[in-house]
């Protein structure tokens, strides 16, 4: 069997949940040293993805992709858990951008971070990916229970 039922299920989803969100936090905010520099002591890059095209041009093909995957993969749980709740695809979004933002905002304030654009627009879309990807493994395992898009090209296709 694919997923756990009722309370077991619940559970479940609420551990993972929360490691997820302990293990994000940690990768994004609470990293060593956070409170050792003084409250708003961030910076902010407004131009966005600017960073990567340095990368692309220097050819640092690796940490490019280590900071572009990274950013899509950390947030595709976001997605995941909205299609599991039975959420519609805006709410995935508005999760991620909202998440993201959060995010963001606690690094400037904390001073643990560069606070960026393009970090809001890869977490976003991990969070979109996460439900896409969700709904694709729905389509392949007609033993589920879960409700399934009837038009693929429709992903928010709920009642």
Known sequence: MLFLKGADMKKLFLVLTLIWLAALLRLTVFRPGC??????????????????????????????SYLFVGNLVCFMPAGILIR???GRFWQAVLAGFALSLLIETAQFVLGSGLSELDDLILNT?????????????????????FPIDKNPHDIDNRP
Request: with cysteine; aromatic share 30%.
């Open 35 to 64: 409170f050792s520099h003084g409250l708003f002591s961030g910076r902010v890059e407004w131009e966005a993805f600017a960073y990567y095209w340095k990368l692309i041009r220097y050819q640092q093909w690796l940490y490019f």
């Open 84 to 86: 599991l709740c039975c």
């Open 125 to 145: 879309c991990g969070a979109m990916l996460g439900f896409w990807f969700t709904g694709v493994l729905y389509k392949f395992d007609e033993k589920n229970n």
